[in-house]
């Protein structure tokens, strides 16, 4: 299967009642060939308008943050968890993640990532739970580098705030960026 056929799916997608409120669904975007994912949380009001990751207020953020670490937005492969905007930007629910974890898993099948990134607690939790890793809270664990053994290769595993949460706390910023800056080294390192 290819990311293509990914979005076709993700277009026919009954499975929760997001699907009624969609404009366009947020399947994903951006390069494979680094093997850098970045998994956020749902689509926002602009995501959906435009069927495409991070391009509002958190999308400004997320690329000076990216920059940080010494990359572009056309490095990486961006996606979120929920590939439809809940109602109102409100949090997904555990349903509408279940629904959408199967999506999730063919991406991560298909990109075969050597780094992973996820942008939130909705993202760490998924993957903190797929990996077998204790479930931290995003506070306590942001920033922290985690080497993974999947069935495809070594995967570089590391927990980020979400990059709208920069927008509200001057000091979230600041550890994001601090965050960044120490994943450009380590990301410079386990790619080589």
Not at 168 to 173: G, T, V
Request: with cysteine; net charge positive.
């Amino acid at each position: 299967m290819e990311l293509d056929d990914l979005k076709s799916m993700v277009l026919k997608c009954r499975k929760c009642p997001l699907y009624k409120f969609r404009t366009n669904p947020v399947v994903g975007s951006g390069s494979t060939k680094k093997g850098i994912m970045l998994v956020g949380e749902a689509p926002g009001k602009k995501e959906d308008e435009t069927g495409l990751p991070f391009v509002g207020k958190a999308g400004k953020v997320l690329n000076e943050l990216l920059s940080k670490a010494g990359l572009k937005r056309d490095d990486v492969y961006i996606t979120n968890i929920v590939k439809c905007r809940p109602p109102n930007n409100r949090d997904p629910t555990e349903e509408e993640i279940n629904a959408c974890k199967p999506y999730l898993d063919i991406q991560f099948a298909i990109i075969k990532p050597k780094v992973l990134i996820t942008l939130g607690r909705y993202s760490m939790e998924h993957f903190q739970k797929k990996f077998g890793l204790p479930r931290e809270s995003i506070s306590r664990c942001h920033g922290m580098h985690y080497k993974i053994r999947t069935l495809h290769s070594n995967l570089l595993f590391v927990p980020m705030y979400h990059p709208a949460a920069s927008l509200y706390s001057k000091l979230i910023k600041e550890r994001s960026m601090n965050d960044w800056e120490e994943l450009g080294k380590a990301i410079g390192k386990y790619l080589k």
